[in-house]
C-alpha cells in the first residue's frame, strides 16, 4: 500500500490544525490569470509534433494548469491559466465522470453515518449499462473507490448511479456550482429512458445492518445544456454499420473541464474554495481516499491486478502515456482519467517529490481522425496518449524551475 507524500501528510496536518487557504471563486466566473505567465514556458518542452496538436482544431485541446505556491507558513495561493477553455463545447468525458460519482456516493453514505467499510448494497443489477454476472449486488464502499481510480473500473460507477439516482445527483453538483455537468446514464447504456429508473438500493454497515434505505426512482431527463450535442460525420451501430452525418450526443454525459478540474481541485484543497463548494465527506477519510486515487495496480491487495496486463499507466496519463514500465521514483498523479469515443483526458493533482514540485492539470484531446464515433478507430496510442504524456513532464519540468 502506497503512502501519501509527507507534503500531504503535512498539509492534512495544517488543515487539521485550522490551517488557512486562500479563497478562490468558481472556476466557471474565475479570470485565468494572463499576465506574467506565458504558455510558451510549457510548450518549449514538448517536441515538435506535439506542439503540432496545439494548432490543430479538430484536436479540440484544452489545458486547465493550477499552479500552488506555498508561504513559509504553509498556506497555499492558486495561480490558474487556461489554453483553449472552452466551457460551453461538448466532448465526451468518459470515465471522468467517475470522479464526482465516487465523491457523492462517499457523501451519502457519511450522511447516514458510514464510513469506507461500509457497503453499497442493490436489490437487483441496474437495468441496463456495463455489469457483470458474477458481480455480487454488495460491494463495500473502499472497495468501489478502488476499482473506480485504480483501474477505473465501470462497474462502481454505475453502482453509485443505481444508489444515487440521477435527481440527487444534480440537486447536489448544481449546489455545489456545477450546474452543467451531466451524469445522465450509465456506463454502457444508451437507452435514454432507461437511464432515467434506478432501483432499490441499501446502505448497510460492515456488519449488515442496514444504515438507509431508497427505493426505485425515476428522474427527470436532462441532455446537454447548451442545445443539441451534434459531432462527427457517422456512427457505428453494435452492428457495426455505419449511419453517417452528425451523431446526436445531447442525452450523453457531459462535464466541462473547469468543472471536473475544481472538482479535484476542492477535494484536495478544501479550505481554497468557498465552503459552498466543499465536499461534505468527512476530514477522517481524505486521506484513505487520496490513496486510492493516487494507487498503482500492483499496490492493490484487494483486488488484485497482476501485469502485464495491469501496469502503473494503466489509469494515469500525464507522464506516463502508455509506458508499461513502473513510474517514476516520487511521481504520483491523484486524479482521474476518461477514454471513450476518441476523446482522451486527464484531470490530475501531480506530485513530484524528486523535485518538490506539485500542481493541478487537466487536459483533453480529441483522437479521432476519421470523424466516426463508436468504430473503435482511435489514435489514443499513436498521438493521445504521447500528448498528455508529454504535456505532463514538460508541466513537471516548469514546476521544478518555477520559484514556488
Request: glycine fraction near 8%; charged fraction near 25%.
Amino acid at each position: 500500500m502506497t503512502s501519501v507524500d509527507s507534503k500531504r501528510r503535512w498539509m492534512c496536518s495544517a488543515l487539521a490544525a485550522g490551517g488557512a487557504m486562500s479563497a478562490m471563486p468558481s472556476l466557471a466566473k474565475l479570470n485565468f490569470a494572463r499576465e506574467g505567465f506565458s504558455w510558451d514556458s510549457i510548450f518549449e518542452h514538448l517536441g515538435r509534433e506535439q506542439r503540432s496538436l496545439l494548432l490543430d482544431p479538430s484536436r479540440e485541446i484544452q489545458i486547465l494548469y493550477s499552479q500552488i505556491t506555498r508561504d513559509v507558513e504553509g498556506r497555499v495561493k492558486l495561480h490558474h491559466h487556461a489554453f483553449h477553455h472552452a466551457p460551453k463545447r461538448w466532448f465526451f468525458p468518459a470515465s471522468t465522470i467517475k470522479l464526482p460519482l465516487a465523491l457523492l456516493a462517499c457523501e451519502e453514505v457519511a450522511r447516514v453515518d458510514g464510513n469506507l467499510e461500509s457497503a453499497i448494497l442493490l436489490r437487483q443489477a441496474p437495468e441496463t449499462g456495463i455489469w457483470d454476472e458474477s458481480e455480487p449486488l454488495s460491494e463495500s464502499l473502499r472497495r468501489s473507490l478502488r476499482r473506480t481510480f485504480t483501474v477505473s473500473d465501470n462497474i462502481p460507477y454505475n453502482r453509485f448511479y443505481e444508489l444515487l439516482g440521477a435527481d440527487k445527483i444534480h440537486a447536489r453538483l448544481k449546489a455545489l456550482g456545477y450546474p452543467n455537468t451531466r451524469a445522465i446514464s450509465r456506463l454502457g447504456s444508451r437507452d435514454v429512458n432507461a437511464n432515467l429508473k434506478t432501483g432499490s438500493a441499501q446502505i448497510i454497515d460492515a456488519d449488515g445492518k442496514p444504515l438507509a434505505g431508497f427505493g426505485p426512482r425515476i428522474a427527470k431527463k436532462r441532455s446537454f445544456p447548451f442545445g443539441r450535442a451534434l459531432k462527427g460525420d457517422g456512427f457505428a451501430g453494435d452492428d457495426g454499420v455505419v449511419v453517417a452525418g452528425p451523431h446526436d450526443f445531447s442525452f450523453g454525459n457531459f462535464m466541462p473541464l473547469a468543472d471536473l478540474h475544481q472538482m479535484l481541485l476542492a477535494f484536495v484543497f478544501p479550505e481554497a474554495v468557498h465552503e459552498s463548494q466543499r465536499w461534505k465527506i468527512p476530514f477522517a477519510w481524505r486521506e484513505d481516499i487520496l490513496r486510492e486515487m493516487g494507487r498503482y495496480p500492483r499496490e492493490s491487495d484487494d483486488p488484485v491486478y497482476t501485469s502485464p496486463e495491469y501496469y502503473d499507466a494503466y489509469a494515469k496519463y500525464f507522464v506516463l502515456g502508455g509506458s508499461m514500465a513502473n513510474a517514476p521514483e516520487g511521481y504520483r498523479a491523484y486524479g482521474k482519467i476518461g477514454e471513450a469515443y476518441g476523446y482522451l483526458s486527464d484531470s490530475s493533482y501531480l506530485v513530484d517529490k524528486s523535485t518538490d514540485s506539485e500542481c493541478f492539470l487537466s487536459a483533453v484531446i480529441h483522437c479521432n481522425p476519421d470523424g466516426i464515433y463508436n468504430d473503435d478507430k482511435y489514435d489514443y496510442e499513436e498521438t493521445g496518449l504521447p500528448f498528455l504524456a508529454a504535456l505532463g513532464k514538460s508541466v513537471l519540468a516548469f514546476e521544478s524551475s518555477r520559484n514556488k
